[in-house]
T-cell receptor, first 112, second 120 residues
Framework: GDSVTQMEGPVTLSEEAFLTINCTYT??????LFWYVQYPGEGLQLLLK?????DKGSNKGFEATYRKETTSFHLEKGSVQVSDSAVYFCALPTGANSKLTFGKGITLSVRP | GAGVSQSPRYKVAKRGQDVALRCDPISGHVSLFWYQQALGQGPEFLTYFQNEAQLDKSGLPSDRFFAERPEGSVSTLKIQRTQQEDSAVYLC??????????????????FGPGTRLTVL
């Protein structure tokens, strides 16, 4: 079945460092791909998405490119801020009802 | 407008008690999902409603779990005879999308803050 694999965490970075969080997927066809973020004490929010191969999703300085050839959707940011500290989930919709299949999530901590 | 709301935010139950968790989706959203998020894990699908119809309950872990959405709006997830392994955050999400609709712009799911259930 469809699945999402995220790199192991947690990740701790200094402010203004470069961030990469890896995500690979297994799916039938070419589904949309999502990154969700969960800030401390808050619900899951959609960070960005891509709907087809080679699409680049972007939001709040984060980017991710839908790579069909490597079945990947890695999340990147050129310069992280303390406010980016959160848990990040890669996800894809599966089945006719588009229920989301999530990766395990990775906790990012950014220190000043 | 208001987002998805859930209540209670926190629930402590003794093993064997029944609990009911409520979800108020965004007005007009036809699709409603329940997910279970164990500590340190990603959310896992429990069940799906399109309006009042429960179209998929394949993720419900046992027959102690029951969900309903009688008028196609508010939904309740009920867990009977709670066990310690039921301790988790229960998330509700809603979307505009109808089952089988391939429109990408409708497939974003909006999540509530979750209910953290602790079973002692």
């Amino acid at each position: 079945g469809d699945s999402v694999t995220q790199m192991e965490g947690p990740v701790t970075l200094s402010e203004e460092a470069f961030l990469t969080i890896n995500c690979t997927y297994t799916a039938t066809g070419y589904p949309s791909l999502f990154w969700y973020v969960q800030y401390p004490g808050e619900g899951l929010q959609l960070l960005l998405k891509a709907t087809k191969a080679d699409d680049k999703g972007s939001n709040k300085g984060f980017e991710a490119t839908y790579r069909k050839e490597t079945t990947s959707f890695h999340l990147e940011k050129g310069s992280v801020q303390v406010s980016d500290s959160a848990v990040y989930f890669c996800a894809l919709p599966t089945g006719a009802n588009s229920k989301l299949t999530f990766g395990k999530g990775i906790t990012l901590s950014v220190r000043p | 407008g208001a987002g998805v709301s859930q209540s209670p935010r926190y629930k402590v139950a003794k093993r064997g008690q029944d609990v009911a968790l409520r979800c108020d989706p965004i007005s007009g959203h036809v699709s409603l999902f329940w997910y279970q998020q164990a500590l340190g894990q990603g959310p896992e699908f429990l069940t799906y409603f399109q309006n009042e119809a429960q179209l998929d309950k394949s993720g419900l872990p046992s027959d102690r779990f029951f969900a309903e959405r009688p008028e196609g709006s508010v939904s309740t997830l009920k867990i009977q005879r709670t066990q310690q392994e039921d301790s988790a955050v229960y998330l509700c999400a809603s979307s505009l999308r109808l089952a089988g609709d391939t429109s990408h712009y409708k497939n974003e799911q909006f999540f509530g803050p979750g209910t953290r259930l602790t079973v002692l």
